[in-house]
C-alpha cells in the first residue's frame, strides 16, 4: 500500500497496484474506488506529451481537463486529486506550474 499526498497536499490518501495493473484507491471515510489499467492506458494516450489542467472540481471541472476525462470516462466522483499524484508518483507525468499537469511522452 501507497500512501501520498492529495493534488493540493492538504491531506493524504492511499492506494494498491499501479498504473499498470489497476488501482484501488482509499480516501476519506472508508472510500475507495477502482480504476483499470484500461482506464490509465486510455488516459495516458488522450494526454501524452500535453501540459492539462487537473480539473479537481468536485462539481465542474473544466473542459480537457484529467478531472473531466475521468468523470466522463471513469467514474462521476471526482478523483482526479488523487489520480495525478499517482501519475507523477510512477513517472507518468510532473506537476507543473498552477493546477497543470504535464505528461510525458507515451512511449
Given at each position: 500500500?501507497?500512501?501520498?499526498?492529495?493534488?493540493?497536499?492538504?491531506?493524504?490518501?492511499?492506494?494498491?497496484?499501479?498504473?499498470?495493473?489497476?488501482?484501488?484507491?482509499?480516501?476519506?471515510?472508508?472510500?475507495?474506488?477502482?480504476?483499470?489499467?484500461?482506464?490509465?492506458?486510455?488516459l495516458l494516450d488522450?494526454?501524452?506529451?500535453r501540459t492539462v489542467?487537473?480539473?479537481?472540481?468536485?462539481?465542474?471541472?473544466?473542459?480537457?481537463?484529467?478531472?473531466?476525462?475521468?468523470?466522463?470516462?471513469?467514474?462521476?466522483?471526482?478523483?482526479?486529486?488523487?489520480?495525478?499524484?499517482?501519475?507523477?508518483?510512477?513517472?507518468?507525468?510532473?506537476?507543473?506550474?498552477?493546477?497543470?499537469?504535464?505528461?510525458?511522452?507515451?512511449?
Open positions: 500500500m501507497t500512501e501520498l499526498k492529495t493534488w493540493a497536499g492538504r491531506s493524504s490518501f492511499r492506494y494498491s497496484g499501479s498504473v499498470e495493473e489497476g488501482t484501488k484507491i482509499f480516501f476519506g471515510s472508508g472510500h475507495s474506488v477502482n480504476v483499470t489499467s484500461e482506464d490509465y492506458s486510455q488522450c494526454f501524452s506529451g489542467n487537473i480539473g479537481t472540481s468536485r462539481t465542474s471541472p473544466p473542459n480537457d481537463s484529467i478531472g473531466k476525462w475521468l468523470q466522463d470516462n471513469v467514474i462521476k466522483t471526482a478523483i482526479a486529486s488523487y489520480v495525478g499524484p499517482i501519475l507523477i508518483h510512477e513517472g507518468h507525468a510532473k506537476k507543473a506550474d498552477g493546477p497543470y499537469i504535464k505528461f510525458y511522452e507515451r512511449r
